[in-house]
Nanobody
């Protein structure tokens, strides 16, 4: 089992920045992948950014150049730095951790609201 606790979501003005954090209850350095997803009501959860085994990072096209995913293995924490936020980034952001490709854990989500 892995518990994931997100933090950092809040209300921010358009153009602003936020950093989300995800603290894991277990060492994540050997995990297959860790990442961030987001979901708005009525839509499917979608990938925002992920770090795959070996250090490869994947980003959704809609965040490239604005968001940066990183992790601190010593703290078992994954971060999502979000810059140049727009109202379209408003969503619940979920942390994801996959110890193996077919095993998935999720956090409870943190709300990010971007006002225009």
């Amino acid at each position: 089992q892995v518990q994931l606790v997100e933090s950092g979501g809040t209300l921010v003005q358009s153009g602003g920045s936020l950093r989300l954090s995800c603290a894991a209850s277990r060492r994540i350095s050997s995990f297959y992948a860790v990442g961030w997803y987001r979901q708005v009501p009525g839509k499917q959860r979608e990938l925002v950014a992920a770090i795959i085994s070996g250090g490869t990072t994947n980003y959704a096209d809609f965040v490239k150049g604005r968001f940066t995913i990183s992790r601190d293995n010593a703290k078992n924490t994954v971060y999502l730095q979000m810059n140049s936020l727009t109202p379209e980034d408003t969503a619940v952001y979920y942390c994801n951790a996959d110890p193996f490709p077919n095993i998935h854990y999720w956090g409870q989500g943190t709300q990010v609201t971007v006002s225009s």
